[in-house]
Every structure is written in structure tokens, then in C-alpha cells.
């Protein structure tokens, strides 16, 4: 290692302060600080600092990350064999989807990591780790036949106007990795939904139906998987939002190390399985209601995006609630919404996207009400005090 | 009368080097000094010339806007230089000490049977003043204010604090009288707050509110116990005073002379005689701990709240504590992997340190990272027992908006409340400082 650092430092002689190159000084550090955790040490304030940075946060969630995706790579390929009959091994399906997914995966993070790079030099500030994250997100919520040159465009649209038009990490309003799905979804239809796309070729080959649960919900059709092969993912979808339990894996990872706040994954989960409810009861009610309402609320909680939006992608601190009280509101509703538009938007049938943006636009909003009752009461405390006085006198 | 504080979030850092309960006497330093700069905001103006002849209490400068308040001499000798910054600021005011301490003579009085205003002058020409801090913004108090309430909090949470009960076990008969002369100075109470299990005598003391307070690391801040007894409101005045000083208060009282008694606790894994020590206040460093070259940082106070200083410089004038740590200022390779070097403390559950809850540690000076955006959120309010939105003040700070400031509490805060805030964000900021700006726009749109 000692080796290695003495031909980083000679690397960035030239980057130096005063130097030719030290504009470009941030693309070098970005390195520097990816292999050494640097010496600086504490000027002001406090002498001595906790062992978390945000590269440690954001690696994290990469880590958790990693189940879910090893085994989307795997289901990339089971469902498509499945569907066209014959043997295959295990390592023929995770071949298949990783040769599909691992190149979406490069493209994403060469585009995104460039564009913040320039970002970082034009603006003069350190690489944020923010899009390890992102970058490693847009590529796991798309279709796995996803053209490359679309991944591309939507990760550049994410990155600057999802992002650094908002003035980079930390004041973006949307999440970055559903805005580049968005603008996919808006922007290339045909590739983004209906039942051509959730499995790998379904649109070139014809004996591959690439039809989700929730589209054949939609349609009006029964499910035709078991409850168990939803739980642990054995379903069509994007690339690597199907296993429950592998997402579930990694939520587990997020709330040890509380990186991931429990507040919003618990109530989002509990919203989603209260609006399910109420579907449910509608027969008991009177309304005879269609297959989505019908379908058990517990179903709702495995199929689709819902699980993976919500522990990944609601739980985006800079873009969710900040406060206490406001996380447990703003996880309830997106919950609750991401059902409500399953099953009233029969144009789109997952509705757990939508649901997570919306709820990033009113999170400050909710912030907002939660900070106003700190400020009531502390004005009801000075007037209490004034009025003490006014008695004393 | 006792009452019960409880404080539930907080964080007690359990570190390598704490000091021997054992009092030595320290050699007496060759000069000591008093640094304008430990009294925030505070703009001096010299009474004496360099060359003067002091005696213990001599008034040696006073504040250009608040001319009562004086600042005196804590040894006898020569005023050997006043040693002058940017701008010609007053940085150092340096004594040459006599070998052994004359008086100047106040006169005793007993305070308790005394006029307020004759109390209240007395401290002042003393140079006890100094010892006297207003809240809101932790500035050295104007005596042409009256207090709602003083607040004293002789309860140590912080990381290798001294023991107050310790320090003032022999000098209680002060700390009484000290503590009938602060009830003048305000119609309100005087508050204590002392260590729900330390030793009765403090508890014995009379003529105080007395709190018992338990829980983690702020709670031994002043400011954590006000927010709890009687928060600060708009408009509110109220002073805070360290234990120790309101024994110095009493000796005015009890003698007549103002006897600077500093003990300071040497603490920290690099220190090689970890004792308290008793000196005066402004006494040099190096009295007290061995020599140690540039991979030791010496800090004047503890490793949250000190100020770094140089081996051949002076104790700061509140500090009860020197602490020596080992600077970090080395590389570490893949030091963001999650899981590794667990010898680091992490209040977050990245680092495996908290399986190891007794395990002392032995924190560096390195950063830990480097500054960023604030992304990570509910990190702050674990450590800030307070009803305050810490990152919503802090960006409040930032911003400068004096309004949403002052909705969301900054009355309530000093920048040593917020030292753990610091301690924990994962974005290094400088949070401190940002309260520390914050209030100070405060002063000057507010006042």
C-alpha cells in the first residue's frame, strides 16, 4: 500500500494548489480518496470525528444493494430459459442476465460519474458519493432489454436536471434513480411497459410472454405465479426489483447499520398493506370490485416494485422526509398512494414510482407542518412566560 | 430541594486516558496569561503599559464597551508583554509570576448580609466578572443586565471531563459563599445541577435549586440542563458560572483576595502523568505534562469543545482540563469500507465498535472523511437532547435568516451544545462554528 501512495502523491503533484492542473484537481482527489482515506485532520470545532463519511454511508447501501441485483441477474436469465422450455443450468441463466445487465450497469456509471466529475471540476468542489448509489439504482429498476443509448440518455437527464440543476448532492427534490426511470417511462413508452418487456427477448421471441402480475392484474387475468414465487422473486419485472426476500436481505442491512431509516420502510409498508385492506373489503361492502381489488393485500407487499422502492429508493434521505414525525407521514403515504394507483390507473399498473416522486415533492411540505408545531410551541412558551410576569407584576 | 432531570439521547464517549483521582500540586509556571480571545465578542481595552508591576487582582484590561467589567491579574509580577494579531488585536496579555503570589486586598465582606449592588461591584472589581457567562450566545455577561436565573452545572458528561465533585471537595465553605453572592445578582434561583450518584456534599449545598441529573453525554451541559429547568426565551437573560469559579467568587468574599485556583485535570492516551494538578488560571502547558513533539495534539479543554494549543503556550482561562491525543493525520487505505478498522468509534452501526461497549477508545485527530453536502439525516437529533431541529437550524445558521433563526430556538443553543452534533455528521461540517457565526449575526441584528 505504502507504495501505492507514493506514486499517488507523485500523480498529484501537478494538481497541487498554484499548480498547472489544479482545476481539475477534484477528478484526481475522487481517486485519491477511493483507495486512502485521507490524513486530513480536525482544525475547528470538535478534535475528534466519528468513523462514518459518506463514502462509508453510501458503499453501504451498495452492499445491500448487491443480493437483490446478483440475484435479478439470475432471474434475468431463469425466466427467460423458463419461458422457452428446455434445460439450463444456473449458470446459464446468470450468464445470460449478467451479459445484459452488468453492460447497463457501465454505462450508467461512465455517464453519470462523468457528468458529475465535470460538475465537480466546473464548480470547484469534491466528487460526491451520492451517485454510487444512483448509478447502481437506474440500471436494477429498468427492463432488462432496456436499449443502452436510452439508459444513457435518462441517466443524463437524472444528473442534470433531476440533480445539478437543484445545486448537486444533498439539494435535489426528486430521487435521481426514479427521475431517470420516469423520463424513461415518459419519454420511450413502448420500451418501458405493456407486456412486451419484462422478460429478457420477450419482444423478439414470440414464445416468451413478457407480461408481469400486475399487467395480467390489470388485464383483468388471474396470477398465474404462487405467492411463494412472488415472496422470492421467480417472476418477470425489472431487473432486480422481483425477490422480496433478497430485497428484504438488504433493508435488513440499511436498519443495522441505520443508514436506512426503519421509520419510513415500516410505515410505507404498513401504508401500502392499510390501502390493500380497504380494496379488500369492498365485496363485504357491496362493491364487487375487479381482479386488482380483489387480489389479497399481503400481495400487494410482494409483487411489483413496491418492496424495492420503498427500502431503496423512499428512504433516499436527501429527497424524504427530514424530520421524525414527518418520515412515519411521508412513508405511510407513499405506501398508501403506491397501491391507490395499482389499482386505479389502469394505464400503468405499478404505481409505486409515481407514488415515491409525489411524495418527494410534498416531503418538504410535510417537513414543513412537523417544524411549525416546534415553532407554536415555542411561541406558546414565551407567551406563557409573559403572561406569568404580567401576574407577578 | 432536589429535582430530577433525566436525559434520554446523548452520547457518553468512553475514551483511553482518564485522570488519577489524585491532587499534586503543580511547579509554578514561569509566566501566565489571559487570552482576550476565551471571552467571545469581548474587545479590550489595556489599563496597564508593558513593564508594570502586578499584584494578584490588579486590573490588567477592561472591556472598551462595557467599562465595569474588568479583567485581572490571576498572579503577582511584571506584565512582561502583551502580545498583539492582525489588526493589532490583543491575543495574549503575558504576567512574568513572583515566586510567590501578594495580594492585592478587596477587603472581606460576607455576602449574604450585604447589598446586592455592593455584591455586585465587588465581583466586578475583582476581575470575577470574567467568570460570569450570558445566555443566550455564550458571550461574557453585561452587569447592566439582570438575569432571569444562574445556572451552575457541576455535572461532567463529557469525554474525559474532571470530576467537579472532586475538584471542589476541599473548598466547599468558598463554593458556598460564592453561591450567596451569585443569589444577588439575579430575583430569580440559582440553579445547580449536580451528578445524580455523586457524593452528598455537593448536595448539601444551600441556597440553590438543586437538580439531579442522570443520562449520557450533553447532559452535563449548562445549556442542556436550562433547556430543561427553564428554557431561554426571546429576551431572556440568564448567566452560567463553572463550579470552580464560584469558589474563586467565594474566596473574594471569604479573604478579600482574588485567588485564581485553577485545577486542571491532565487527561488523554498520549499524557504521561495523568493527574489533577492545581495551578492558577493561564498557566503554561508546559508545567503540567512531559514534552511531546508534533504528533501529539495538545488541546486546552476536552476533545469536543478544546482549543489546540502549542507546547509552549498557555491554558486557556475556562479550561479545568488538558487533554493529549495522538494526531491522525495519516492515510488509511480503504478506510470507507463498512465493517473495517473497528478500533474507531461510530455512533452510526457502520463500524462494529459498538459490540464493544466497555472498550475504551483512542480517537485520533483525522477527519474520518472529508466535507460534504448534508445528506444523511436523523443522525443529529440522536445526540442533541433538546426539543430543536438541529439541521434545520444549522441550515437556518448557513443561510443567515434571522427570523427562522430565532423561531427555531438559537436562543437556546451554544456552539458547545452542538459539539456532538459535529461529532457525529457523517458530512464533517463544521457545525460549531456554523452556531458559533449564527449567533454571532444574532448579536449583531438582534443584540
Same mark, same amino acid.
Given at each position: 500500500?505504502?507504495w501505492?501512495r507514493q506514486k499517488?502523491d507523485?500523480i498529484?503533484?501537478?494538481f497541487?494548489?498554484?499548480?498547472?492542473?489544479?482545476?481539475?484537481?477534484?477528478?484526481?482527489?475522487?481517486?485519491?480518496?477511493?483507495?486512502?482515506t485521507?490524513?486530513?485532520?480536525? @482544525?475547528?470545532?470538535?478534535?475528534?470525528?466519528d468513523?462514518?463519511?459518506l463514502?462509508? +454511508?453510501?458503499?453501504?447501501?451498495?452492499?445491500a444493494l448487491?443480493p437483490?441485483?446478483?440475484f435479478?441477474m439470475? %432471474?434475468?436469465?431463469?425466466q427467460?430459459?423458463?419461458?422457452l422450455?428446455?434445460?439450463?443450468?444456473?449458470?446459464d441463466?446468470f450468464?445470460?442476465?449478467a451479459?445484459?445487465i452488468v453492460p447497463m450497469i457501465?454505462?450508467s456509471y461512465a455517464?453519470?460519474l462523468?457528468?458529475?466529475?465535470a460538475?465537480?471540476?466546473?464548480r470547484?468542489h469534491?466528487v460526491?458519493e451520492?451517485?454510487?448509489?444512483?448509478?447502481?439504482?437506474?440500471?436494477m429498476?429498468m427492463p432488462v432489454?432496456?436499449?443502452l443509448?436510452?439508459?444513457?440518455? $435518462?441517466?443524463?437527464?437524472?444528473?442534470l436536471?433531476?440533480?445539478e440543476a437543484?445545486?448537486g448532492t444533498?439539494?435535489?427534490?426528486l %430521487?435521481?434513480?426514479?427521475?431517470?426511470?420516469?423520463?424513461?417511462?415518459f419519454?420511450?413508452?413502448t420500451y418501458?411497459s405493456?407486456?412486451?418487456v419484462?422478460?429478457? &427477448?420477450?419482444?423478439?421471441?414470440d414464445a416468451? $410472454?413478457?407480461?408481469?402480475?400486475?399487467g395480467s392484474?390489470a388485464?383483468?387475468?388471474n396470477?398465474?405465479y $404462487?405467492m411463494m414465487d412472488?415472496f422470492?422473486?421467480f417472476i418477470?419485472?425489472s431487473v432486480?426489483?422481483t425477490s422480496?426476500l433478497f430485497?428484504?436481505?438488504g433493508?435488513?442491512?440499511?436498519?443495522?447499520t441505520?443508514v436506512?431509516?426503519?421509520r419510513?420502510?415500516?410505515?410505507?409498508f404498513?401504508?401500502?398493506a392499510?390501502?390493500g385492506?380497504?380494496?379488500?373489503?369492498?365485496?363485504s361492502?357491496?362493491?364487487?370490485?375487479n381482479?386488482? +381489488?380483489n387480489?389479497?393485500?399481503?400481495g400487494?407487499?410482494i409483487i411489483?416494485?413496491?418492496a424495492?422502492?420503498?427500502?431503496?429508493m423512499a428512504?433516499d434521505?436527501?429527497?424524504a422526509a427530514?424530520?421524525?414525525?414527518?418520515k412515519?407521514?411521508?412513508?405511510f403515504?407513499?405506501g398508501f398512494?403506491?397501491?391507490?394507483?395499482?389499482v386505479?390507473?389502469?394505464?400503468?399498473?405499478?404505481?409505486?414510482?409515481?407514488?415515491?416522486l409525489?411524495?418527494?415533492v410534498f416531503?418538504p411540505?410535510i417537513?414543513?407542518y412537523v417544524? @411549525?408545531s416546534?415553532?407554536?410551541?415555542r411561541?406558546k412558551?414565551?407567551?406563557?412566560?409573559k403572561?406569568q410576569v404580567?401576574?407577578?407584576? | 430541594?432536589?429535582k430530577?432531570?433525566r436525559?434520554? *439521547?446523548g452520547l457518553?464517549l *468512553?475514551?483511553?486516558?482518564?485522570?488519577?483521582?489524585?491532587?499534586?500540586?503543580a511547579?509554578r509556571?514561569?509566566?501566565?496569561?489571559?487570552k482576550?480571545p476565551d471571552?467571545h465578542?469581548?474587545?479590550?481595552?489595556?489599563?496597564?503599559k508593558?513593564?508594570a508591576?502586578?499584584?494578584?487582582g490588579d486590573?490588567?484590561?477592561f472591556?472598551?464597551y462595557t467599562?465595569?467589567?474588568?479583567?485581572?491579574?490571576p498572579v503577582s509580577?511584571v506584565?512582561?508583554?502583551?502580545?498583539?494579531?492582525?489588526k493589532?488585536k490583543?491575543?495574549?496579555?503575558?504576567?512574568?509570576a513572583d515566586?510567590?503570589?501578594?495580594y492585592?486586598d478587596?477587603?472581606k465582606?460576607d455576602?449574604a448580609s450585604?447589598?446586592a &449592588?455592593?455584591?455586585?461591584q465587588?465581583?466586578?472589581?475583582?476581575g470575577c466578572?470574567?467568570?460570569?457567562?450570558q445566555?443566550?450566545?455564550?458571550?461574557?455577561?453585561?452587569?447592566k443586565?439582570?438575569?432571569k436565573?444562574i445556572?451552575?452545572?457541576?455535572?461532567?458528561?463529557?469525554?474525559?471531563?474532571p470530576?467537579w465533585?472532586f475538584?471542589l471537595k476541599?473548598?466547599?465553605?468558598?463554593?458556598?459563599e460564592?453561591?450567596?453572592?451569585?443569589?444577588?445578582?439575579?430575583?430569580?434561583?440559582?440553579?445547580?445541577g449536580?451528578?445524580?450518584s455523586?457524593?452528598?456534599?455537593l448536595?448539601?449545598?444551600?441556597?440553590?435549586?438543586l437538580?439531579?441529573?442522570?443520562?449520557?453525554?450533553?447532559?452535563?451541559?449548562?445549556?442542556? @440542563?436550562?433547556?430543561?429547568i427553564?428554557p431561554? %426565551?426571546?429576551g431572556?437573560?440568564v448567566?452560567t458560572?463553572k463550579?470552580?469559579?464560584v469558589?474563586i467568587i467565594?474566596n473574594?468574599?471569604l479573604?478579600?483576595n482574588?485567588?485564581?485556583?485553577?485545577?486542571?485535570a491532565?487527561?488523554?492516551s498520549?499524557?504521561?502523568?495523568r493527574k489533577y494538578? $492545581?495551578?492558577?488560571?493561564?498557566?503554561e502547558?508546559?508545567a503540567?505534562i512531559?514534552?511531546?513533539d508534533?504528533?501529539?495534539?495538545?488541546?486546552?479543554?476536552?476533545?469536543l469543545t478544546?482549543l489546540?494549543?502549542a507546547?509552549?503556550q498557555h491554558?486557556?482561562?475556562?479550561s479545568n482540563?488538558v487533554t493529549l491525543?495522538?494526531?491522525?493525520?495519516?492515510y488509511?487505505a480503504?478506510?470507507?469500507?463498512p465493517?473495517?478498522?473497528?478500533?474507531?468509534?461510530s455512533?452510526?452501526k457502520?463500524?462494529l465498535s459498538w459490540l464493544?461497549?466497555?472498550r475504551?477508545?483512542?480517537p485520533?485527530?483525522?477527519?474520518?472523511?472529508e &466535507?460534504r453536502?448534508?445528506v444523511v439525516?436523523?443522525?443529529?437529533e440522536e445526540?442533541?437532547?433538546?426539543?430543536i431541529?438541529p439541521?434545520?437550524?444549522?441550515?437556518?445558521?448557513?443561510?443567515?435568516?434571522?427570523?427562522?433563526m &430565532?423561531?427555531?430556538g438559537i436562543?437556546?443553543v451554544?456552539?458547545?451544545d452542538f459539539?456532538l452534533v459535529?461529532?457525529?455528521n457523517?458530512?464533517?461540517?463544521?457545525i460549531?462554528?456554523?452556531?458559533?457565526?449564527g449567533l454571532?449575526?444574532?448579536i449583531?441584528e438582534?443584540?
Amino acid at each position: 500500500m505504502e507504495w501505492i501512495r507514493q506514486k499517488l502523491d507523485k500523480i498529484k503533484e501537478p494538481f497541487a494548489p498554484g499548480k498547472k492542473y489544479e482545476k481539475y484537481a477534484p477528478a484526481v482527489n475522487a481517486i485519491d480518496t477511493f483507495l486512502f482515506t485521507p490524513n486530513h485532520t480536525t @482544525q475547528k470545532g470538535a478534535h475528534i470525528r466519528d468513523a462514518v463519511d459518506l463514502k462509508r +454511508t453510501m458503499i453501504t447501501v451498495v452492499l445491500a444493494l448487491i443480493p437483490a441485483l446478483i440475484f435479478g441477474m439470475w %432471474n434475468a436469465g431463469h425466466q427467460h430459459f423458463t419461458q422457452l422450455g428446455g434445460d439450463f443450468t444456473f449458470w446459464d441463466a446468470f450468464a445470460h442476465g449478467a451479459l445484459k445487465i452488468v453492460p447497463m450497469i457501465v454505462v450508467s456509471y461512465a455517464v453519470g460519474l462523468g457528468i458529475e466529475f465535470a460538475f465537480a471540476i466546473f464548480r470547484g468542489h469534491e466528487v460526491n458519493e451520492g451517485y454510487l448509489v444512483t448509478g447502481l439504482l437506474i440500471p436494477m429498476i429498468m427492463p432488462v432489454d432496456f436499449p443502452l443509448w436510452m439508459l444513457a440518455l $435518462s441517466v443524463v437527464f437524472a444528473v442534470l436536471v433531476g440533480k445539478e440543476a437543484f445545486g448537486g448532492t444533498g439539494m435535489n427534490i426528486l %430521487n435521481p434513480a426514479l427521475t431517470a426511470r420516469a423520463f424513461a417511462f415518459f419519454a420511450y413508452p413502448t420500451y418501458m411497459s405493456g407486456n412486451q418487456v419484462w422478460v429478457s &427477448e420477450a419482444s423478439t421471441v414470440d414464445a416468451i $410472454s413478457g407480461e408481469t402480475i400486475l399487467g395480467s392484474l390489470a388485464a383483468g387475468e388471474n396470477a398465474s405465479y $404462487s405467492m411463494m414465487d412472488m415472496f422470492y422473486g421467480f417472476i418477470p419485472g425489472s431487473v432486480a426489483e422481483t425477490s422480496t426476500l433478497f430485497i428484504l436481505l438488504g433493508a435488513l442491512l440499511l436498519i443495522l447499520t441505520k443508514v436506512g431509516s426503519w421509520r419510513i420502510i415500516l410505515s410505507a409498508f404498513i401504508g401500502a398493506a392499510v390501502m390493500g385492506l380497504i380494496f379488500n373489503a369492498l365485496p363485504s361492502m357491496g362493491v364487487a370490485g375487479n381482479e386488482l +381489488t380483489n387480489f389479497p393485500w399481503y400481495g400487494h407487499l410482494i409483487i411489483g416494485g413496491l418492496a424495492f422502492g420503498i427500502v431503496f429508493m423512499a428512504t433516499d434521505p436527501v429527497s424524504a422526509a427530514q424530520t421524525m414525525k414527518g418520515k412515519w407521514i411521508y412513508g405511510f403515504l407513499i405506501g398508501f398512494l403506491s397501491v391507490m394507483i395499482r389499482v386505479f390507473n389502469p394505464a400503468y399498473p405499478e404505481g409505486v414510482m409515481l407514488g415515491i416522486l409525489l411524495m418527494n415533492v410534498f416531503a418538504p411540505t410535510i417537513d414543513h407542518y412537523v417544524i @411549525q408545531s416546534n415553532i407554536k410551541r415555542r411561541k406558546k412558551r414565551i407567551e406563557s412566560a409573559k403572561t406569568q410576569v404580567k401576574t407577578a407584576v | 430541594m432536589s429535582k430530577g432531570i433525566r436525559i434520554k *439521547r446523548g452520547l457518553s464517549l *468512553r475514551l483511553e486516558g482518564e485522570a488519577e483521582k489524585e491532587l499534586v500540586k503543580a511547579p509554578r509556571s514561569k509566566t501566565y496569561a489571559i487570552k482576550p480571545p476565551d471571552f467571545h465578542a469581548l474587545v479590550p481595552k489595556m489599563v496597564l503599559k508593558e513593564g508594570a508591576k502586578v499584584l494578584a487582582g490588579d486590573e490588567l484590561f477592561f472591556s472598551k464597551y462595557t467599562d465595569e467589567l474588568r479583567f485581572t491579574s490571576p498572579v503577582s509580577g511584571v506584565l512582561k508583554q502583551i502580545k498583539r494579531g492582525e489588526k493589532r488585536k490583543i491575543m495574549e496579555v503575558i504576567i512574568e509570576a513572583d515566586p510567590e503570589d501578594t495580594y492585592k486586598d478587596f477587603g472581606k465582606m460576607d455576602a449574604a448580609s450585604s447589598d446586592a &449592588e455592593a455584591v455586585k461591584q465587588r465581583i466586578l472589581e475583582s476581575g470575577c466578572g470574567a467568570f460570569i457567562n450570558q445566555r443566550p450566545y455564550d458571550i461574557v455577561a453585561d452587569p447592566k443586565d439582570t438575569p432571569k436565573a444562574i445556572f451552575i452545572s457541576a455535572v461532567s458528561t463529557a469525554p474525559l471531563a474532571p470530576d467537579w465533585g472532586f475538584i471542589l471537595k476541599d473548598r466547599l465553605a468558598a463554593f458556598q459563599e460564592g453561591i450567596n453572592a451569585l443569589k444577588k445578582l439575579t430575583p430569580g434561583k440559582v440553579h445547580l445541577g449536580v451528578d445524580a450518584s455523586s457524593a452528598q456534599y455537593l448536595k448539601d449545598i444551600e441556597g440553590v435549586e438543586l437538580h439531579n441529573v442522570k443520562g449520557p453525554h450533553p447532559a452535563g451541559n449548562v445549556g442542556v @440542563q436550562i433547556h430543561e429547568i427553564d428554557p431561554i %426565551n426571546q429576551g431572556d437573560r440568564v448567566w452560567t458560572v463553572k463550579p470552580e469559579d464560584v469558589s474563586i467568587i467565594g474566596n473574594v468574599f471569604l479573604t478579600g483576595n482574588y485567588i485564581a485556583d485553577r485545577t486542571v485535570a491532565v487527561t488523554g492516551s498520549e499524557a504521561a502523568n495523568r493527574k489533577y494538578f $492545581s495551578t492558577k488560571i493561564g498557566a503554561e502547558v508546559s508545567a503540567l505534562i512531559q514534552k511531546v513533539d508534533e504528533d501529539v495534539r495538545i488541546i486546552s479543554g476536552n476533545v469536543l469543545t478544546g482549543l489546540k494549543i502549542a507546547y509552549n503556550q498557555h491554558i486557556s482561562f475556562f479550561s479545568n482540563e488538558v487533554t493529549l491525543i495522538p494526531e491522525g493525520n495519516k492515510y488509511r487505505a480503504f478506510g470507507w469500507l463498512p465493517f473495517t478498522y473497528n478500533n474507531i468509534h461510530s455512533n452510526s452501526k457502520t463500524s462494529l465498535s459498538w459490540l464493544f461497549p466497555n472498550r475504551k477508545f483512542k480517537p485520533t485527530t483525522n477527519l474520518n472523511g472529508e &466535507e460534504r453536502a448534508l445528506v444523511v439525516t436523523g443522525e443529529m437529533e440522536e445526540v442533541l437532547p433538546m426539543d430543536i431541529y438541529p439541521m434545520q437550524l444549522i441550515k437556518a445558521c448557513m443561510a443567515g435568516d434571522i427570523e427562522k433563526m &430565532e423561531n427555531l430556538g438559537i436562543y437556546e443553543v451554544a456552539p458547545e451544545d452542538f459539539a456532538l452534533v459535529e461529532y457525529v455528521n457523517t458530512s464533517k461540517i463544521e457545525i460549531q462554528d456554523v452556531i458559533r457565526l449564527g449567533l454571532d449575526l444574532m448579536i449583531t441584528e438582534v443584540g
